[in-house]
């Protein structure tokens, strides 16, 4: 028996979107509050290389991708609170390992634990918020989610940048140890189980593979699940390049987390700007027509970008950024409502499927991007070009099995 219907929500909107921001906010706050830190972290502990460092990121993103297939299944077995509170454990112990390393493999193994640690929380809320919400209003609150979490990124480089002015670099881990605690003891203070007893499936290889070929063959899942993995591929490319340019392609030195955040904030007011429509206009609609805008821009600043060497004036290439990561606010809460939307009743199995699915795409373009710069914005700005048109490509045969 499917069940489809989501159950009624226990806490007030406003503390559940905070509580699920906060989170899911652990992945970003591990991303973006060690951007100020790469250079020091590579010098103490003896990266090779400046691209080298790109993979204090990279690890994290392996071990999310990994950790994903796990959690999900595992929620819907034991429930959605005992698969976060394993995901929180290990992504504290991560940071712990991180805090104690003395060379560069050992940061990466702390990351890669952090990535999966940090897995757990990402995906199961996922579920969670499908448990109690669908279609327009899954996709409203997931909007609300992603604007409040967005802050998070907005102001983790300043947090790093302020971190190492008073100390070095391990107080970004322990201060990342100290958030996680702080959700764990909120989450289980407040948020009760969404899982009933009745939904619980027995945690089986069998029941784990019947869900992901359920996911795999979903046409309009599985599209929108390619779909934000493209997109998703040139936001890392941006992720993991982003110090680099700032900092050495334009010198902006200390005041690096101010860009990144008018960036972040972008991101944030699509989010919130496509909260407000999406029940009016639907995710379709909106969805394409950012996706639409996104690739036609990338092409056309691309060609700039070639006349000048790959060197555009940084307030030419922000203002394409703001307007380019506007978009991408539109697309990565609809993606996923999009891609989870037929598959209420596998929810755990789903959330993992697409996440991880998602993620792998994403962590291989954006890791290539990230690899090939070298001191222009060209390869960041092709892939936003490339990965846009392919990602048009996809959710138009997705759709093809649409009707409305």
Request: aromatic letters at 12%.
């Amino acid at each position: 028996m499917k069940h489809d219907s989501p159950i009624k929500p226990d806490l007030p909107i406003g503390e559940f979107v905070a509580l699920m921001a906060l989170l899911i906010s652990l992945v970003a706050l591990s991303i973006d509050a060690m951007l100020p830190a790469l250079p020091a972290i590579g010098a103490d502990l003896g990266a090779s290389g400046e691209n080298e460092t790109q993979l204090v990121l990279t690890a994290l993103f392996l071990g999310l991708a990994t950790g994903q297939l796990v959690y999900g299944p595992v929620s819907d077995s034991v429930g959605r609170k005992p698969a976060i509170y394993a995901g929180l454990a290990l992504f504290m112990a991560g940071c712990a390992l991180s805090i104690f390393a003395r060379d560069f493999e050992t940061m990466l193994a702390g990351r890669f634990l952090q990535g999966a640690g940090a897995a757990g929380p990402r995906i199961v809320t996922l579920a969670l918020v499908r448990d109690q919400y669908a279609g327009r209003a899954m996709a409203r609150i997931m909007s609300f989610v992603m604007g409040v979490f967005i802050l998070v990124p907005a102001l983790a480089p300043a947090l790093g940048q302020g971190v190492l002015l008073f100390g070095n670099w391990r107080l970004i881990f322990a201060s990342f140890l100290g958030l996680a605690a702080l959700g764990f003891v909120w989450f289980a203070v407040r948020q009760p189980e969404t899982l009933e007893r009745e939904r619980q499936v027995p945690l089986s290889l069998r029941n784990i593979l019947t869900g992901m070929k359920e996911c795999c063959t979903n046409r309009v899942a599985l599209g929108y699940t390619i779909s934000a993995g493209l997109i998703f591929g040139g936001f890392v490319g941006y992720l993991v390049s982003a110090q680099q340019i700032f900092q050495e392609q334009y010198g902006v030195g200390a005041q690096f987390p101010t860009y990144f955040a008018v960036l972040a904030l972008s991101i944030g007011s699509a989010s919130f700007f496509n909260a407000k429509l999406v029940m009016r206009y639907g995710m379709r609609l909106l969805s394409g027509r950012a996706l639409i805008a996104l690739s036609v821009l990338s092409v056309l600043f691309l060609a700039y970008a070639w006349t000048v060497a790959g060197h555009p004036p940084l307030p030419v290439l922000m203002t394409y950024w703001m307007v380019a990561f506007f978009c991408f606010g539109i697309l990565f809460g609809n993606f996923n409502a999009l891609a989870m939307e037929p598959l209420g009743h596998i929810a755990g199995v789903a959330a993992a499927v697409i996440g991880s699915l998602t993620t792998f795409i994403s962590l291989f373009l954006g890791t290539l991007i990230g690899q090939v710069y070298s001191g222009t914005v060209l390869p960041l700005t092709a892939g936003f070009a490339l990965l846009g048109i392919a990602s048009i490509a996809v959710m138009y045969l997705a759709e093809k099995e649409v009707r409305y």
